[in-house]
């Protein structure tokens, strides 16, 4: 049977740290498997920072991306209501816009892929015929919580954090009570009952596709997948496809933090960033910028002014609400530093800069693309989560891999000090620990290669969708 060309929809849900991972499944899929894509988007009132980011995203390859209407979603949710809870009911809003999206499209697309916010879209493939995905773009071990935590609900009484002994995931590592991804601190929760929606509805697809490799989780991807308790409520298929992160932008006219990193020494210079949305409160601000100061080494940080109590980030938008100034740093900050670091106000070129030869070490609030950046570019990590599923990364990072130190304390909980700061991050860019940590994320980002190439894991496992989707494509059509 000759096999057309596929053509895969893939929808996002709003939001950099989501639409990022869709737009490197879409320029995998057409750059390395000859695959038409379309990027289904909900429109929200994106900055202008949102669109300048998107625009090399786009611009360099034939990503069609098309915009679903927007909705008002503002008479169903109040203050307090969580990033996840309105997540979930944005892409609920948007079903009859995604329906009649699809039912316009000429030609239209023969496959959906939904992200981990999407899967009530399943559904809508059903209708259209269409052989159905998810795609998560985090770890096997994130999926493996997600899809049991409806037995964990059935057989756990009182809060999860208050737990005294670690959650039994079968066949992965338990979870300790305090690493629990956000969703599941409070069982009262609207984001509660939404999260536990989400890991019974994964079941609905034909297959679970992760933004993960054989050779990095093992043991939680054979969970997944081999004969168990957990296969047994997993139910589909599972593809390890990563890891999937973006190029670096091929370099125009080069730019002054380019300029400024280029004549700094080999593996000099910690990079500091906390994702799309991440914010610090202003004490942490005031003792992040003293340890940097008091490490004495070279950095490069992307500072966003300080918000009380409020780590979650706005999911919707980056570059808002700021004037620009720095006045949140310490007295004198800047002119005492200025020979040693740089700082880039709200978004930085992250993939770029972590690219970049004096680039040795990163700052990171342990997101899983800025995790994958890291790791592809071979760069040691200090692990500082914030929120979401970062807590259980920062544990993988450190406790697993071996590729990170992380502060005492959860930062969450406490604000961590200037001394233990800058303690940090002179074990990562000056003590030998440090450098037994560079060499294993080299051989992670040797290993990562190795499964993206055409003859390792994740090209291998890809190629096997594109097949099972092809064979469904075609007895669709018979029928
Ligand atoms: N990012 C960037 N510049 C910044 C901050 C973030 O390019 O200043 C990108 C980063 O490279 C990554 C994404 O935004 O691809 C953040 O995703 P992640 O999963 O790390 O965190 P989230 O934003 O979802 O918390």
């Excluded at 019974?200 to 933004?211: K, Q, T, V």
Aim: net charge negative.
């Amino acid at each position: 049977m000759e096999n057309s060309k596929l053509h895969v929809a893939i929808l996002s849900s709003p939001g950099m740290g989501h639409l990022i991972p869709v737009l490197n499944l879409g320029n995998r899929l057409l750059s390395h498997h000859n695959v038409d894509i379309t990027i289904l988007l909900p429109a929200t009132n994106s900055s202008p920072a949102e669109s300048k980011v998107l625009k090399p995203l786009t611009d360099r390859n034939q990503l069609n991306i098309i915009e679903i209407p927007p909705v008002d979603i503002s008479s169903l949710v109040n203050p307090k209501t969580t990033i996840v809870t309105q997540l979930c009911i944005m892409m609920r809003a948007v079903l009859p816009g995604l329906r009649s999206t699809i039912a316009a499209m000429n030609p239209r697309p023969d496959v959906l892929i939904v992200d981990l916010f999407g899967t009530e879209a399943l559904p809508v493939a059903d209708e259209f015929d269409m052989p159905k995905y998810v795609y998560i773009a985090s770890t096997a071990w994130f999926t493996a919580l997600t899809t049991y935590c409806p037995v964990l609900d059935e057989k756990i009484e009182g809060q999860y954090v208050d737990q005294r002994t670690p959650l039994k995931i079968p066949g992965c590592k338990p979870v300790r009570p305090e690493d629990v991804v956000d969703p599941m601190l409070d069982r009262n929760d609207e984001q509660y009952r939404e999260y536990l929606r989400l890991g019974i509805e994964f079941r609905l697809s034909d297959g679970i596709l992760l933004n993960t490799w054989e050779d990095l989780e093992p043991i939680s991807l054979k969970a997944l997948r081999e004969n168990g308790i957990l296969r047994a409520v997993v139910k589909v298929p599972v593809y390890d496809i990563g890891p999937l992160r973006r190029p670096a932008e091929p370099a125009g006219s080069k730019s002054r933090l380019i300029e400024w990193l280029d004549v700094q020494p080999s593996e000099s210079v910690i990079y500091i960033s906390f994702g799309s949305g991440g914010t610090l409160s202003a004490q942490q601000i005031n003792e992040l910028a003293w340890g940097l100061e008091m490490s004495q080494q070279r950095f490069v940080w992307v500072v966003r002014p300080p918000t009380e109590g409020g780590a979650d980030g706005s999911f919707f938008t980056v570059g808002n609400g700021s004037d620009g100034t720095l006045d949140y740093l310490p007295d004198g900050f800047l002119t005492r530093t200025h020979s040693v670091g740089l700082l880039i106000p709200q978004w930085g070129p992250q993939v770029e800069i972590l690219s970049h030869q004096s680039i040795g070490g990163f700052l990171s609030h342990c997101g899983w693309n800025s995790t994958l950046e890291s790791i592809a570019s071979g760069i040691p990590m200090i692990a500082w989560p914030l929120y979401a599923e970062q807590r259980l990364n920062a544990t993988m990072l450190t406790e697993e891999l071996g590729v990170a130190v992380r502060p005492e304390v959860l930062p969450t909980k406490k604000v961590v000090g200037r001394e233990e700061i800058e303690k940090m991050v002179r074990t990562l860019m000056q003590y030998t620990e440090g450098k037994a940590m560079r060499d294993r994320v080299k051989e992670l980002k040797h290993s990562a290669e190795k499964a993206l190439s055409n003859e390792g894991s994740s090209y291998k496992s890809m190629a096997v969708v594109l097949e099972d989707c092809q064979r469904r494509v075609q007895s669709h059509k018979k029928e």
